[in-house]
């Protein structure tokens, strides 16, 4: 079942470089502090590097609110999406 986040939420955001591109990540949390979501962006809007970090952080948003626990996602994604994952301060 998927957990429903508020509205309104704070968010983290961090720049990093990933395999020659850069790319910035945000995140916001449960309350409970464990990361509920992300969001992902790179080059130009509508560029196909764009739109394939935010599929990704898409795909990754619904495991997170599906209770799939970041570690197991940073572990099976080595792409960016797990580099922008690995680089926030995880809460379990």
């Known amino acids: 079942m998927r957990q429903k986040l508020p509205n309104r939420r704070p968010n983290e955001i961090v ?13 916001s949390r449960f309350p409970s502090g464990d990361v509920a979501e992300i969001f992902l962006t790179a080059g130009k809007y509508g560029a196909a590097v764009h739109l394939h970090a935010q599929d990704s952080a898409i795909l990754a948003s619904l495991a ?21 994952l690995s680089l926030f301060e995880v809460r379990r």
């Open 64 to 84: 997170l609110q599906s209770d799939v626990p970041v570690e197991t996602i940073v572990h099976a994604i080595k792409g960016p999406i797990g580099q922008a």
């Open 15 to 27: 720049d990093f470089e990933y395999d020659g591109q850069r790319y910035t990540a945000a995140i």
